[in-house]
């Protein structure tokens, strides 16, 4: 659904270890869905696509797995660097150009 | 650098008062799009602009009103400006205006409103 409420999920992972974070989405006709990474005081900066005909993507070291049937998406980081800390959204498209974000997750990566 | 750029990065103003927001958009670009973030809102989708003709409308007030200009370039203008109008603004710009397509975000713009 539409982006709501201030107290991101929070997510904190060993530099090194595998992230996953989760995202549920809200329109079961959306086709289209991207995950971004939002670093503080700056925009919100392409990671990965994925087309509603498609199950799993991957690009370098991140993932994106779909599950239509239950509207779930997560993205996948491999070998978490302390450079991923961020806060990523989810976003779907189902309105011609409009994304819906999710509320997003903070990643902390500790050294 | 997603190409799209904002100016102003940083706006102060009163309460009542009239901003302009600009964006230049990727170069090659043909839709552009506004997203508001606030604490308490997250991004909220508020109009998107495809070659000059508004295509959607979002969550976007009476008070706010944008446009693109021919060369692709588009403004987002905020009036009779309120505290809680202060947010970031981003610009954000994809090749064409339909589903599928990657969209870029800007910078994005800093308004305080005091």
């Known amino acids: 659904g539409e982006s709501v409420g201030l107290h991101l999920p929070t997510l904190s992972v060993q530099e090194g270890d595998n992230s996953i974070i989760n995202c549920a989405y809200s329109?079961?006709?959306?086709?289209?869905f991207i995950w971004y990474k939002q670093e503080s005081g700056k925009g919100p900066q392409f990671i990965i696509d994925?087309?509603?005909?498609?199950d799993k993507r991957q690009g370098q070291r991140v993932t994106v797995l779909l599950n239509k049937t239950v509207k779930h998406l997560s993205l996948q980081i491999a070998a978490t660097q302390p450079g991923d800390s961020a806060v990523y959204f989810c976003?779907?498209?189902?309105?011609?150009?409009?994304?819906?974000f999710g509320q997003g997750t903070e990643l902390s990566v500790k050294p | 650098d997603s190409g799209v750029t904002q100016t102003p990065k940083h706006l102060i103003t009163a309460t009542g008062q009239r901003v302009t927001l600009r964006c230049s958009p990727r170069?090659?670009?043909?839709?552009v799009y506004w997203y508001q973030q606030s604490l308490d809102q997250g991004l909220q989708f508020l109009i998107q602009?495809?070659?000059?003709?508004?295509?959607a409308k979002g969550n976007i007030l009476e008070r706010f009103s944008a446009q693109q200009f021919p060369d692709l370039h588009s403004e987002l203008n905020l009036s009779s400006l309120e505290l809680g109008d202060s947010a970031l603004y981003f610009c954000?710009?994809?090749?064409?205006?339909?589903?599928?397509?990657?969209?870029?975000f800007g910078e994005g713009s800093w308004l305080t409103v005091v």
């Open positions: 976003a779907e498209n189902n309105q011609g150009g409009k994304l819906i």
């Open positions: 329109n079961s006709a959306s086709d289209y």
């Open positions: 954000a710009s994809s090749a064409q205006g339909g589903s599928g397509n990657t969209i870029y």
């Open positions: 994925i087309r509603s005909n498609m």
């Open positions: 170069s090659g670009d043909l839709s």
């Open positions: 602009y495809y070659n000059g003709e508004e295509r």
